[in-house]
């Protein structure tokens, strides 16, 4: 799936059921329910999910919790908008 599919995606009630946990957080954040995102984001314990995790928290305000899923997805805090976070992890994410 490319970027603008991903993005094409959100028309849709529901993610499209061939995403990762993590894309589904990113999927769930666009639409906009953020409890959603998080709780699809802390489902996965492999290396995606701590930096959609980061992101949410950045994105909630809480930036000492947001540096520690920086760290634990072995990532460096984001510095750039919120908007281009969520295009760069989605675009990495999508491979």
Same mark, same amino acid.
């Given at each position: 799936? =490319?970027?603008?599919?991903? $993005?094409?995606?959100? $028309? ?6 061939? %995403? =990762?946990? *993590? %894309? ?5 954040? *666009? &639409? ?7 709780? #699809? ?11 959609? @995790?980061?992101? %949410? @928290?950045? &994105?909630?305000?809480? #930036? ?7 760290? $634990?997805?072995?990532? =460096?805090? *984001?510095?750039? #908008? !919120?908007?281009?976070?969520?295009? =760069?992890? #989605?675009?990495? !994410? !999508?491979?």
């Amino acid at each position: 799936m =490319t970027l603008e599919e991903f $993005r094409e995606s959100l $028309r849709g009630a529901g993610p499209p059921g061939n %995403l =990762t946990l *993590a %894309l589904g957080g990113l999927w769930w954040d *666009a &639409k906009g329910n953020w409890n959603r995102a998080h709780e #699809s984001a802390q489902q996965d314990e492999g290396p995606e999910g701590p930096w959609v @995790h980061a992101y %949410l @928290h950045r &994105k909630e305000g809480d #930036s000492s919790n947001a540096a520690y899923w920086y760290r $634990r997805a072995g990532k =460096t805090p *984001a510095r750039c #908008s !919120l908007e281009q976070e969520w295009s =760069t992890i #989605s675009e990495s !994410l !999508l491979g």
